[in-house]
């Protein structure tokens, strides 16, 4: 008796750790995903600017970077792009590239 009764809590308290030890997945923010997204999309357009002009002006160095901030936007929108595709939104950088165009003409 003493053997099933030790036997039934070890298995209790073995389930019980397990439980504990599972991990939630993380709770999504879209809207902040979003956000960032956008930001990096404008940093994206206005580095690309600044390059034309410092090339345009023969500053190479100060063009090599903003080369080097461009490439670093652009990693940083393929990663919230991953982010927002695994949250479930479908077609993450179009959406946001409407989603300024619209707050550029609507002032």
Known sequence: MK????ASVAALVFSASSMAQTT?????DKKADMKDLRKDL?????????????????????????????????????????DLRADGMKHPLKRAEKQIHHARKNG
Request: aromatic share 2%.
């Open 3 to 6: 053997k099933i009764l030790f």
């Open 24 to 28: 939630t997945p993380p709770v999504s």
């Open 42 to 82: 404008r940093d994206l357009k206005k580095d690309k600017a600044e390059r034309r002009k410092e090339m345009k002006e023969g500053d190479k160095d100060e063009a090599r970077d903003l080369t080097k901030d461009i490439k670093a936007d652009k990693r940083d929108i393929k990663n919230d792009a991953r």
